[in-house]
């Protein structure tokens, strides 16, 4: 009776699913496999307006970053950038949350929030960086979920949330 599967293939499979799971590691991200690509939370809104879904926002933001740009016409919301320290690759960092609400030809809300990071490319801590010293990190996707709570906890006392 032959096995199933080789030992040689079984040793593939689990290098593969190893590294698939590993993609969010440091050395992925220096190998550019991972870090760059933008991670969206969306939900969905009937009954309320896109203007005062950006508000809405605004006013949830503005408790941590500093709102940079808001257009309640465009349905965008841009914050100013947070800096930080990372304390897994000992770099300076920096995030800023952006937001857009686009409504859908059936008249509901869809909301993206998406909390951007990137990491300093220099070793040192709170010197002076110009934007070309910055390079791509994972998305905040933690942060990005607790704004879009606070959001639907907000909206569910003007509008219900779609199912």
């Not at 040689?8 to 698939?20: E, I, N, Q, S, Y």
């Not at 970053?65 to 349905?75: A, L």
């Not at 690759?89 to 809300?109: C, N, P, T, W």
């Amino acid at each position: 009776m032959k096995p199933l599967a080789s030992v040689g293939c079984v040793k593939c499979l689990m290098v593969l699913l190893l590294t698939a799971s590993l993609g969010s590691c440091a050395i992925f991200r220096e190998l550019g496999l991972g870090g760059d690509d933008p991670e969206w939370i969306e939900n969905s809104y009937a009954g309320v307006s896109r203007s005062d879904v950006v508000h809405m926002l605004s006013s949830i933001v503005a408790r941590n970053y500093s709102v940079k740009r808001e257009d309640p016409y465009q349905g965008e919301l841009e914050s100013s950038w947070l800096y930080g320290w990372d304390r897994l690759s000992h770099r300076e960092m920096r995030e800023r949350v952006l937001a857009e609400a686009d409504r859908e030809d059936s008249g509901e809300i869809v909301v993206k929030l998406r909390v951007q990071r990137e990491v300093s490319k220099k070793m040192g801590r709170f010197t002076k960086r110009e934007d070309s010293d910055w390079k791509p990190f994972d998305d905040d996707v933690s942060q990005a979920k607790i704004l879009m709570q606070h959001l639907r906890i907000l909206i569910t006392e003007v509008a219900p949330q779609k199912t």
